[in-house]
Each structure stands twice: as structure tokens, then as C-alpha cells.
């Protein structure tokens, strides 16, 4: 191997070295033999160093992947005696390799199982085990490697494989179960005995593999006192108890008869508690990792229990089922034990048990007063475990603060089921919590404070609002009603901590119907709201968030905000014309404004004045935004720090997109008329398009302009017509592939919305559009960027959804109206993408057009040639596409694009078939 090659493989190495290596790696790819000269370098030890060793391995792995499939019998021998040579004395008898090289080792052995198993290396696994003879300790831990490796490749369930690798794995397992699992399963507990004393961590290692492959082998191979005595044991050895406990873990977890399963079960749970296993609590760090351990175990024995009971109950077999749910209330303690542990890993183990267990219940036509009990424990103790930690960092979020969200979310699932099968227990529950909690709030911690709410805002979510909560004779004294009297009336939104403070705010909006019922407490709530409470609070993680819900809040409540509009606008107006040029130190972050300038919008049309005042308060709000617009145009064009300039632009996107949130009030153009702010945003419109003719940072400037139009196709109407060309002239130029990617749905909203009033101007446009489009999509990429090729995807789909705009919605003379050679280029683009495009949802939209073009030109000659192309061209694309082997009609997108191309064939025949068609369908059209 060229040794000036190899350079680039080390840390050290220059990034024209590391080009090199990598050009040297797709050589010896190539080559037909760079495979064998990487493995005998590898085998007979010419290169020492890890990344060079490691290199050669992955030649091999290419060839493996590629090309030993196709092999011949004398390629296939010399893989598997280079293989076999690893596990050999005098290849072990150098310096052992690192975990990653002999990890990649195994998975070339695996590689090679797959492809020659059973059928050209019948001898596989006795092979390996003949090896162990050896007894050598580096043999020993490369073969239960292989053995991991192989279930990676044949079992692991987290790996989706095609039908047919899951046959070619079945033959595996069958085969192995016939001929070599007896002798595998003997081997593993030899290496146990043997290894136990003094070598723990191969005896970690040949328990993993004990719990790969017992879920798919006999489990009485398993499951014997000869193996269950060595397991049991090693829960007592420090060092072997953690693996010791994952492979009791996957035993109770194989599939079984459930009687059987029982059985199992039972057996071992009355052992590990004579062994006082399950009552220990951690010690220390380390014993926290193994008790983690342990609740999994004790989550794999109340599911094994679950999954039973389910089973004898679906069978019809209820004398075995309460055997089943007898066992399983027995380990309620358990699942209380772990479940209430302080350490959240431990806790986090047995939630599905819980949930298992909550789902066992809800099968029973009544519960005991026990299980009641059961369940409200199990309520409290979730309650408890949801509470934040005194040490939770809400300002910095590292990685324990992650792991506790997450945590909480899955005691929300569990929250949620017991409140599916016990809502009554959870709704007095929360009431006396929370009602606890505020009486006692000067006194009580933040955490169970916000626990509190926490858990009323979770309720509503379980719980929803079905127009009962609060409506209704007895809703003034529902427990919802009477809980939000107790959060409004208290003083939750004056408490010092942010936690607290900002789920207050979530509840006002989560409950915003109690409001319609009282509406006097909305004057109350918005003071809250406004001042330093809320959206002037000193803390922005407060402010940002109050800001969204500022504008959830007013959206249901506007209609009782008529009177007081005005003022409430007054009070935010400061906020609103601060408009810093970034977000580093501003008082709001331009996010938050967005939702200021929405709810601001909301605000200007409530308002119960005249549709003049109301223009003249939109006026004013959107003013200071368009005046920095003017302002900063031209600067775009004076300095020349391109840092200031990248700020710049993104300020003036800023600007654009506060004015166009201030339009998300209105649904239509009657509706923006009727308020009298029309004008305000017709206005608005040429110094927003001014952005247009600004030369740099395009991409960005354009974003901004594109939204405003978007929202105003919808505020002005036809008003906005006589701008449409110069904005789109101005959009196309020099547009990259982003750009046209974005642009498109702007175009398809306007054809949608003029229809064929915009024919017109897009006959002008159309190739042009056409043409960018083409180009941009035809631009190289490299293949193995799959960001690169999604874009592509994407480009392509964008076009298809142009011409399907124009088809659908009568602008078809846009298309009919250019030379035959650029409608046949379009034609031709559409029916490839029709055959050859790689999602079927893409497919099915260029069928769709197809269908709708022999819908509309079919009978008539206004289109010269175009039926003598449908069945040159459209008619084959019919057949040629379902006989595809990658057209997958188990897959729903196919079938539907299945359902176009037969409705291209039924338009076709309904418009245009005669005898004479059927002829030149059969001689010219159909594929033969």
C-alpha cells in the first residue's frame, strides 16, 4: 500500500493529504483486488496504527457490501480463510486492537453471514465455535463481537428491512435454530463459568449476547436453573450485576405462551425477593446506575404480567386471567418503590409499567376499593416526581434540564391516563392541591406551586373544554370554575418566580372561556398582562413568552375588548415603536414583536370608533416601521461593512414582517375594506416593494416582500393586480434556487385567486419562469448530499405545482398560447416527471395535469398535435409507469398516484375514443 497515501488517515494530517487518502480509499474500491491487498496488509500486521487498520477494513466492508454476492467460489474461499485467520493464534498473538477495530471485525463477519449463510458457508458458526478451542481471551471476546454483529444484521427490530431480507434472516434463524443454537447456547455458558472470576467484562459481554438472542431462540435453552443460578448470582457481584440484570431483563421479556410466561415470572420474582433484590435502595452513584437496572427489570416483569393478562382475557380465558391480574397486583409495591424513586432514571424505568397497569384496570367492569387506592397513590407519587428540583437552572438549560422535560413528559402520559380512567379522582385531586397551594402560597416553595398549576393547565388538556366547563346552569359552581376564581383572585401573578409566573399566564389563556363567563376580570387579567408582571417584566424569558400569549389571550376575549381597544393599544404602543436594529439587548426580541404588532392588529379593528379612526390607528401603527424602511433603503447602498449591511437587511425583513402581521386580522378584502384600514396597507405596498430594487442580500429583502404579498393578495384584491408585474419581474431576476422555491407559492396564490385575469401578464412570463426553474434544477449537485438532492426534490415539485395551478384554475391559453417547441419542452417535463420522478406524490400531481390537458384540449384542434403526443408519449407513460418495479403499491402515495393514471385513461375515453383511437392505441401507443 502506497505509505504517502495513507498520510491523510492520521488527526495531524493536512486537509490536501486527508483529499488524497480519500481519493486512495475509491481507488482501492475499484480495484478488484484492492480488497484482498487491504486484508492481507490488515492480517499479516504491515501497518500497526488504528486508522490505517481500520482503513483497510472498511476496502474490505465495500467489497463485502458490493460485490462478494457476485463472487466466485475461489473470491468466496479466500473471504473466509482471510476472515477465519483473525481467530487464529499467530494473528492473536500480536497487540490487541481497539474496541472500534475489532467492533468493525465483527460486522465483516456478519456482513459475510448474511451473504453466505447457510448456502455457501454452511460451516459458519462451527467454525467460529472450533476456533474458541484456543481458549485465548482475544478469540473469545472477537467471537461474541460476531455473535452481537450478526444480530444486528439478522434481529435488531430497530432496523427496517426490505421482504426480501426478511426472508433471506428467517432462513437464518431457522437454520441456526436447526443446527448450531444448542451448541451456541453451550459455548455461552462455558465462557461464563470460565470467565467469571477473572474476567469480568467478557462475562458482561457473552450476557449481552445471552439477551440478543434469547428473544428468538427455545427459551428452555435459557431459561434452566443452569443458566438462572449464574444470572441470579451475579446480582450479588458489583461488577457483573448491572449485565446481569439487562439479561434478566430481555428472559422475561420473550415472547411466550402467557401461562407460561407466568410461570417465569413468578418463579423469578419470588427468588430475587428471598434474595432481597427488589426492597435495596442506591447507596452511591454507582449503585444508582444499577437500581436504574433494576426498575427496567421490574418494568419487564409488570409488562410480562400486562401482556399476559391481555392475552388470557382475549382468549376467553378468565380463570387465568385473574391468576394474571393477581400476580400483577402483587407487584404493585414494586412499581411504587421504583416509581417514587428520587433518582428520575430509576422512576423514568417503570412508567410504562404504570401505564400497563392503568390499562389493565380500565378492562375491569368495576374497581376495588385497593385498586382505587392503587391509583390515587400512583397519582400522588406522579404529582410529587413532577415537581422541579431546587438546583433546576431555568436560565441556563443543560443537559440534566433536557432529561427532566423529558421525564416530565412521560409522567404527563401517565397523568393522562389515569384521568382517562378516573377523571373524577384527578379533578378533587388537583382542586385541593391547588386550593391548598394558594392559600399557602407566601409560605409554599415554588416547585409545588407550579406543580400545582402545572397539573390544572394538564387537566384542561386531558380534560377539554366541551362548552360544559364553564357555560351552563351549574357551571358557577363547577370545580373549574370555582379553581379559576381561585387563580384569578389570588395573587399567583405577583410571585417572585418565573416558573410560576409564566404558567400563570398559561393558565388565563388555556381557560379563556371562564372569561366570556366573567367577563369583569378581564380589565384584572390585562393589567397583569401589561405592566412589569408580564410583557415589562425583568426577566425576558417572561416577557417572550407573555408576548405570545398576549396574543392568544385577546383573540377569544376581543369581542369584550371593543371599549377599552384603544387604551390597552396605548399602553403597548412604546414596545411597538422601539424597532431595534437587532436583537442583542433589545427589550423584545423581534419574535416577540411579531406577536405584539398581530395583537396590535387585533386591537386597531376591535375597537368601537368610526372605520376612519380605525384607519388612522393602523396608520399609526404601521408609520414608524415603513419610515425606517425609507430610512434604510439607501443605506443598503452607502456602507460598505458587510457585517453592518447582513444587519441591515435582516432589520428591514424585520420591518416588513411586523406591517405584514398587522394584516393577519383580516380574512378577506371586505373585511379589510369595511375597517377602514385598506388604504393604510394599499399604502404601505410601493415602499414595501421598494425592496425589490435594492442590489444586495436579495435573498433576504425578497423574503420579507414576498410574505407582505402574500397577505395582501388576500387584505386588497384586485387592487393589488397593477403591481403584480413589476413585483414579478423584479422576484424573477437573478433568482437562485431558494428563491424560486419560495416564489412559486406566491405565483400559484395569484393564479389561484385572478385566475385567468392573469393570463395576460404570464404568457409574457411563462417561459421565463419555465426556464428558471429548468435551470435551477438542472444545476450539479453532489449525489451524496442528500440536502443537495432533497432541494433538487423540492425545486422539481414547485414546478409541478406551477402548471398545476395554471391547469386547474382556466389559465390553460398561458400554456397553449407559446410555440409548439416550448409547449412540447413543458409537455415533456411533465411526462417525465409523470415516469421518472422519485416521490409519488410528485408522480400523481404530473398525472393529475396530463388528465386535466385531455380534459380541456381532447375535442378540440386548438392545440395543434397535442393528441397525436398523447399517443405517442402519454398514453405508454400509463403502462410503463405501474410496471416499474419501484412503483410499491402498498404504499398510499402510489395507490394514489395509481388513481390518476387511471383517470388520465378513463378522461381519455370519455372525450376522445373511437374505433379508430383503439387502433392507434393498439399499433402506436401501447407498449409491446
Not at 382468549?315 to 414494586?334: C, F, R, S
Not at 400545582?452 to 387537566?459: E, G, H, K, S
Not at 409541478?800 to 395551478?805: K, L, N
Given at each position: 500500500m502506497n505509505e504517502a497515501y495513507l498520510r491523510g488517515l492520521y488527526h495531524n494530517s493536512t486537509a490536501g493529504e486527508r483529499e488524497v487518502a480519500m481519493q486512495y480509499y475509491h481507488q482501492l474500491q475499484a480495484a478488484v483486488d484492492g480488497w484482498s491487498l487491504c486484508a492481507v496488509d490488515f492480517t499479516q500486521r504491515i501497518h500497526t496504527d488504528e486508522p490505517v487498520r481500520f482503513f483497510c477494513l472498511q476496502v474490505v466492508e465495500h467489497?463485502?457490501?458490493?460485490?462478494?454476492?457476485?463472487?466466485?467460489?475461489?473470491?468466496?474461499?479466500?473471504?473466509?480463510k482471510l476472515l477465519l485467520s483473525w481467530l487464529q493464534e499467530p494473528f492473536i498473538s500480536g497487540l490487541a486492537d481497539k474496541n472500534f477495530v475489532k467492533n468493525k471485525m465483527a460486522q465483516l463477519f456478519a456482513m459475510a453471514c448474511v451473504v453466505d449463510y447457510p448456502s455457501r458457508w454452511v460451516s459458519f458458526f462451527s467454525d467460529l465455535l472450533s476456533c474458541l478451542s484456543t481458549g485465548h481471551l482475544v478469540v473469545v471476546d472477537l467471537y461474541l463481537r460476531i455473535l452481537l454483529a450478526v444480530d444486528v444484521e439478522v434481529v435488531d427490530r430497530d432496523i427496517v428491512h426490505t421482504p426480501e431480507e426478511n426472508q433471506r434472516n428467517t432462513l437464518i434463524k431457522d437454520t441456526m435454530r436447526d443446527h448450531c443454537v444448542f451448541s451456541l447456547v453451550e459455548s455461552w455458558y462455558q465462557i461464563m463459568v470460565t470467565f467469571e472470576q477473572y474476567d469480568h467484562e467478557i462475562t458482561c459481554l457473552v450476557m449481552k449476547v445471552v439477551g440478543a438472542y434469547v428473544s428468538w431462540i427455545d427459551i428452555t435453552y435459557i431459561a434452566n436453573d443452569k443458566f438462572s443460578s449464574l444470572l441470579l448470582r451475579y446480582l450479588q457481584v458489583e461488577q457483573l450485576q448491572e449485565s446481569s440484570c439487562e439479561c434478566l431483563t430481555e428472559i422475561v421479556s420473550k415472547g411466550m405462551d402467557p401461562m407460561n410466561k407466568l410461570q417465569l415470572v413468578e418463579s423469578l420474582t419470588t427468588t430475587l425477593k428471598e434474595m432481597g433484590i427488589l426492597t435495596t435502595s442506591a447507596s452511591n452513584d454507582d449503585d444508582a446506575d444499577y437500581q436504574a437496572k433494576l426498575s427496567k427489570l421490574v418494568n419487564g416483569i409488570g409488562m410480562a404480567l400486562v401482556i399476559s393478562y391481555n392475552k388470557l382475557l382475549k382468549?376467553?380465558?378468565?380463570?387465568?386471567?385473574?391468576?394474571?391480574?393477581?400476580?400483577?397486583?402483587?407487584?404493585?409495591?414494586?412499581l411504587v418503590r421504583y416509581l417514587n424513586d428520587e433518582d428520575d432514571d430509576v422512576s423514568l424505568a417503570v412508567i410504562p409499567f404504570a401505564i400497563g397497569y392503568i390499562g389493565v384496570l380500565k378492562s375491569l367492569d368495576s374497581m376495588s376499593k385497593s385498586q382505587d387506592e392503587m391509583l390515587k397513590q400512583l397519582l400522588l407519587i406522579n404529582i410529587n416526581k413532577m415537581k422541579y428540583d431546587e438546583g433546576y437552572s431555568f436560565l441556563t438549560e443543560g443537559e440534566d434540564e433536557v432529561m427532566f422535560m423529558e421525564y416530565r413528559r412521560e409522567l404527563k402520559v401517565l397523568f393522562d391516563n389515569i384521568t382517562q380512567l378516573h377523571s373524577q379522582l384527578v379533578l378533587d385531586t388537583v382542586n385541593q392541591l391547588l386550593v391548598t397551594m394558594l392559600n399557602n402560597l407566601d409560605t409554599e416553595g415554588f416547585m409545588n406551586v407550579?406543580?400545582?398549576?402545572?397539573?390544572?393547565?394538564?387537566?384542561?388538556?386531558?380534560?377539554?373544554d366541551k362548552g360544559c366547563h364553564f357555560s351552563g346552569p351549574a357551571a358557577s359552581s363547577s370545580p373549574w370554575h370555582l379553581m379559576m376564581d381561585v387563580v384569578v383572585n389570588s395573587r399567583l401573578s405577583y410571585h417572585p418566580h418565573i416558573a410560576v409566573k409564566i404558567q400563570y399566564f398559561e393558565l388565563l389563556v388555556r381557560y379563556e372561556r371562564y372569561f366570556a363567563a366573567k367577563p369583569e376580570h378581564i380589565s384584572t387579567v390585562l393589567e397583569a398582562f401589561l405592566d412589569e408582571r408580564g410583557i415589562r417584566n425583568h426577566h425576558s424569558m417572561v416577557r417572550s413568552r407573555v408576548s405570545y400569549l398576549f396574543l392568544?389571550?385577546?383573540k377569544p376575549v376581543k369581542n369584550q375588548l371593543s371599549g377599552i381597544a384603544e387604551q390597552v393599544l396605548k399602553r403597548i404602543e412604546d414596545l411597538l415603536f422601539m424597532l431595534p436594529e437587532s436583537d442583542q439587548g433589545a427589550y423584545l426580541s423581534s419574535n416577540d414583536l411579531l406577536f405584539m404588532y398581530e395583537a396590535a392588529g387585533i386591537l386597531v379593528v376591535t375597537s368601537n370608533t368610526s372605520s376612519e379612526r380605525r384607519c388612522l390607528l393602523m396608520n399609526q401603527l404601521i408609520r414608524p416601521a415603513l419610515d425606517k424602511l425609507i430610512y434604510y433603503y439607501p443605506k443598503m447602498?452607502?456602507?460598505?461593512?458587510a457585517t453592518k449591511l447582513e444587519g441591515y437587511a435582516m432589520f428591514l425583513y424585520q420591518l416588513m414582517s411586523y406591517i405584514s402581521r398587522t394584516t393577519k386580522v383580516f380574512p378577506n378584502q371586505q373585511i379589510t375594506r369595511q375597517s377602514g384600514c385598506l388604504q393604510c396597507f394599499a399604502e404601505a405596498l410601493p415602499v414595501i416593494l421598494k425592496g425589490l430594487e435594492v442590489p444586495i442580500h436579495k435573498e433576504t429583502l425578497h423574503s420579507g416582500v414576498r410574505q407582505y404579498l402574500h397577505r395582501m393578495i388576500i387584505c386588497l384584491g384586485d387592487e393589488l393586480l397593477n403591481y403584480v408585474p413589476m413585483a414579478i419581474t423584479l422576484l424573477l431576476k437573478d433568482c437562485q434556487s431558494q428563491n424560486i422555491q419560495e416564489f412559486i407559492p406566491l405565483i400559484n396564490q395569484l393564479i389561484t385567486k385572478y385566475k385567468h385575469r392573469m393570463s395576460p401578464f404570464l404568457q409574457e412570463v411563462f417561459m421565463s419562469i419555465?426556464?428558471?426553474?429548468?435551470?435551477c434544477s438542472s444545476e450539479p449537485y453532489d449525489p451524496r448530499d442528500e440536502e443537495a438532492a432533497r432541494d433538487k426534490q423540492n425545486l422539481q415539485k414547485c414546478y409541478?405545482?406551477?402548471?398545476?395551478?395554471l391547469v386547474n384554475n382556466n389559465a390553460l391559453e398561458v400554456i397553449s398560447s407559446q410555440g409548439s417547441s416550448q409547449l412540447n419542452e413543458v409537455l415533456d417535463s411533465i411526462v417525465q416527471g409523470a415516469m421518472e420522478f422519485p416521490d409519488p406524490s410528485g408522480q400523481k400531481i404530473c398525472f393529475g395535469i396530463l388528465k386535466k390537458l385531455i380534459e380541456c384540449w381532447g375535442q378540440s384542434q386548438s392545440v395543434a398535435g397535442f393528441m397525436d403526443y398523447v399517443y405517442k408519449t402519454i398514453i405508454p407513460s400509463c403502462f410503463i409507469v405501474p410496471m416499474n418495479s419501484s412503483f410499491d403499491l402498498n404504499d398510499g402515495h402510489t395507490f394514489l398516484a395509481l388513481g390518476e393514471i387511471a383517470g388520465v385513461l378513463k378522461t381519455l375515453y370519455q372525450k376522445r375514443v373511437s374505433k379508430r383511437d383503439i387502433d392507434i392505441m393498439h399499433t402506436s401507443a401501447l407498449p409491446h
Open positions: 467489497h463485502i457490501r458490493e460485490r462478494h454476492s457476485a463472487a466466485d467460489d475461489e473470491t468466496s474461499m479466500k473471504l473466509r382468549g376467553d380465558n378468565k380463570e387465568h386471567a385473574l391468576i394474571a391480574l393477581q400476580a400483577l397486583e402483587n407487584k404493585m409495591p414494586y407550579e406543580v400545582a398549576l402545572r397539573f390544572f393547565y394538564m387537566l384542561g388538556e386531558v380534560l377539554p392568544r389571550f385577546i447602498s452607502e456602507v460598505g461593512d419555465i426556464h428558471t426553474i429548468l435551470k409541478y405545482h406551477f402548471i398545476s395551478s
